[in-house]
């Protein structure tokens, strides 16, 4: 299964806590990195007075069902070290599912797609840049023509075309 994940730091050594976040997921059993956007300054969402974050996408060959990988992904921003702290506060290290394939699930905490996948340029910038084509399980729409209907007003800022990971150097 072809899953789309969000990331995204705006505390700290941002660089290195990406870098930590995808090489922990690319450890994991039974899932690959396969590649990875651009790295992306944005400003925040919601709580404005904090640091800008840097944001990336990522997409993973996944063979474990979409609430495992979410258990993980709980898991790998714990060991990272992030802090909780308030709605759309600061944080060390922040991973979602966008897409997990064409599934349409909500459980508990996990909701697939992501509720705010449309609204969110920092996830749409990226996402476009590996998978523009990609049709949204529910509204029909590709990520493309999500970015381009967007109206986020937020900054979002290409910063390097590739971050460099341990993961591309094997």
């Not at 909701?111 to 590996?130: G, K, N, Q, T, Y």
């Not at 290409?158 to 591309?168: C, K, N, Q, V, Y």
């Given at each position: 299964m072809i899953v789309y994940l969000s990331l995204g730091s705006n505390l700290g050594d941002r660089r290195n806590y990406l870098r930590q976040a995808l090489d922990a997921l690319d450890s994991l059993e039974l899932l690959d990195v396969l590649?990875?956007?651009?790295t992306y300054e944005t400003e925040p969402v919601g709580v404005k007075e904090q640091p800008d974050f840097l944001n990336l996408a990522a997409e993973l060959e996944c063979r474990i069902p979409a609430t495992l990988l979410h258990a993980r992904i709980?898991?790998?921003?714990?060991?990272?070290?992030?802090?909780?702290?308030?709605?759309?506060?600061p944080r060390e290290i922040d991973i979602d599912i966008i897409y997990f394939g064409?599934?349409?699930?909500?459980?508990?905490?996990?909701?697939?797609?992501?509720?705010?996948?449309?609204?969110?340029?920092?996830?749409?910038?990226?996402?476009?840049?590996?998978?523009?084509?990609?049709?949204?399980?529910v509204l029909g729409l590709s990520v493309r023509?999500?970015?381009?209907?967007?109206?986020d007003p937020a900054r979002v800022v290409?910063?390097?075309?590739?971050?460099?990971?341990?993961?591309?150097e094997h």
């Open positions: 590649r990875v956007s651009s709980k898991e790998i921003e714990q060991a990272i070290g992030r802090s909780r702290s308030e709605r759309w506060g064409s599934l349409v699930l909500e459980e508990g905490t996990l909701v697939v797609p992501h509720r705010e996948r449309s609204r969110r340029r920092f996830v749409l910038e990226p996402m476009a840049e590996l998978a523009p084509g990609f049709v949204d399980p023509e999500m970015l381009l209907a967007c109206d290409r910063t390097s075309s590739a971050l460099p990971l341990s993961l591309e």
